[in-house]
Nanobody, 121 residues
Framework: QVQLVESGGGLVQAGGSLRLSCAAS????????MGWYRQAPGKQRELVAV???????GYADSVKGRFTISRDNAKNTVSLGMNSLKPEDTGVYYC???????????????WGQGTQVTVSS
């Protein structure tokens, strides 16, 4: 079983910055990708950013140039730096990790509990 714990959400004015962090723990053999998703009220959950264990990254068009995802493979952590925040960035941000567990090497896909990000205009 793999658990993800997020931190760093909050309330910020438009143009401000926040940093989200997520730590994975449990019976982890390997993590192939880690990412951040968000869900705004009344909308579907969407991908914000993703990073592979090799360091390749991908971003939603709406956050390119403003958000930066980074990862510490040794600590099984992922962070999301968010700059120039806009009111439309408001939502619950979820951490996601995909990989394989120890012993059985079965694949896993885990989610964090979510952290609220609110950007006021």
């Amino acid at each position: 079983q793999v658990q993800l714990v997020e931190s760093g959400g909050g309330l910020v004015q438009a143009g401000g910055s926040l940093r989200l962090s997520c730590a994975a723990s449990g019976s982890i053999f390997s993590i192939s990708s880690m990412g951040w998703y968000r869900q705004a009220p009344g909308k579907q959950r969407e991908l914000v950013a993703v990073i592979t264990n090799g360091g390749s990254t991908g971003y939603a068009d709406s956050v390119k140039g403003r958000f930066t995802i980074s990862r510490d493979n040794a600590k099984n952590t992922v962070s999301l730096g968010m700059n120039s925040l806009k009111p439309e960035d408001t939502g619950v941000y979820y951490c996601n990790a995909n990989g394989r567990v120890m012993v059985t090497f079965q694949p896993f896909a885990s989610w964090g509990q979510g952290t609220q990000v609110t950007v006021s205009s």
